[in-house]
């Protein structure tokens, strides 16, 4: 009788394991990690400011200070575990990805990565870190926007990896940081819809040619969900409406009315410039690989916070305030979600 309990036991604990270990969470997070310079000068680009005698006076010990907060900002949002996909903006160049993900304490945690090579005048590109076991990169293309007007300033490459995770299946991660703006949201937004026009012939070529289209974009749109270059041209839906295969849903949109909610700290109120956009293949779970509960969450720990004076709000604690250092994280907050990969 013993002998039959301990096997039936064991059966049981078998197929427990089995359906647990059928089952991977894997954690995508995005964060504008603003300004991330090295302190070398950069003769082709505007990097001036960002040297030792320049008007930030950015120097070594800064610098090794600011890969320690991006470090222990991204080692939180894993909740101790390393999350799989990190789709990092306001990155100067290769060399800073080598030294966060090589020589700082991030390199216990075996991030290889992408970086764009952007026309940006201030040398600003974007980046995709990467756990090679969740995610074999297959294929890395950067995207330069060919604005519909020839007096506007170059801006960030497009980002596009594509990968393999552990089921097989194929992702394709679009990461992107469109024109600021700065010289008013009405004169730099037909620079976004621009971009948001590349964007979109890249995804609906993929909807063409994949079978099935696990599409992830995320990144700083400088625009709202409900801005034209996201909701109109980008065509990025709210989750709470129909869900089709061959659409694009902003995880954000449904929640952009909520109270003190937001990534983006300006003029006493919260905003959503951080945003992930999936497929609509990506919020089914039939599909192998889909959005943990639909939905998508902002990393508002408290000690990436500091109070506003002025209205009592706290707002992130960014590591310069106008010239003058104070050694915080970032004037951005992350964002992430989980993808369940069966």
Not at 147 to 171: C, E, M, W, Y
Not at 273 to 294: P, T, Y
Request: glycine share 4%; proline share 4%; charged share 25%.
């Amino acid at each position: 009788m013993h002998k039959r309990l301990s096997l039936l036991f064991i059966i049981v604990f078998l197929l427990f394991a089995h359906i647990v270990s059928s089952q991977t969470e894997y954690r995508v997070m995005f964060y504008n990690v603003e300004n991330l310079f090295d302190t070398v000068k950069d003769s082709i680009k505007n990097d001036d400011e960002f040297q030792p005698d320049g008007s930030m006076r950015w120097n070594s010990w800064r610098y090794w200070e600011k890969l320690k907060n991006i470090t222990r900002v991204i080692t939180a949002v894993g909740e101790m575990y390393s999350p799989s996909l990190v789709g990092l903006c306001e990155i100067e160049n290769d060399s800073v990805l080598y030294d966060l993900t090589k020589r700082s304490p991030l390199r216990a945690q075996g991030y290889d990565y992408i970086v764009t090579n952007s026309p940006d005048e201030r040398g600003i590109d974007v980046a995709l870190l990467y756990q090679p076991h969740h995610f074999r990169l297959i294929e890395k293309n950067e995207y330069e926007v060919l604005f519909s007007r020839k007096d506007v300033r170059p801006t960030r490459n497009v980002l596009h990896a594509v990968g393999q995770i552990i089921n097989s299946d194929t992702l394709d991660v679009f990461v992107v940081h469109p024109s600021s703006r700065s010289g008013g949201q009405m004169e730099t937004e037909p620079q976004r819809i621009d971009i948001a026009k590349l964007i979109r012939n890249k995804v609906d070529s993929l909807f063409e040619t994949r079978t099935k289209a696990n599409i992830l974009i995320m990144g700083d749109f400088n625009d709202y969900p409900n801005n034209k270059s996201i909701k109109n041209t980008l065509d990025a839906r709210s989750i709470n409406h129909d869900i089709y295969e061959k659409q694009l849903y902003n995880m954000f949109y449904h929640r952009m009315n909520e109270k003190n909610f937001g990534t983006y700290y300006y003029q006493g109120r919260w905003g959503i410039l951080d945003q992930i956009i999936v497929s609509g293949n990506l919020l089914s779970s039939d599909n192998s690989v889909h959005v943990k509960d639909n939905s998508a969450h902002i990393f508002k720990a408290n000690f990436l916070l500091e109070e506003d004076k002025k209205t009592g709000i706290m707002k992130p604690r960014r590591t310069y305030l106008g010239p003058r250092y104070v050694g915080g994280f970032s004037d951005h907050l992350p964002v992430y979600i989980d993808l369940v990969v069966q």
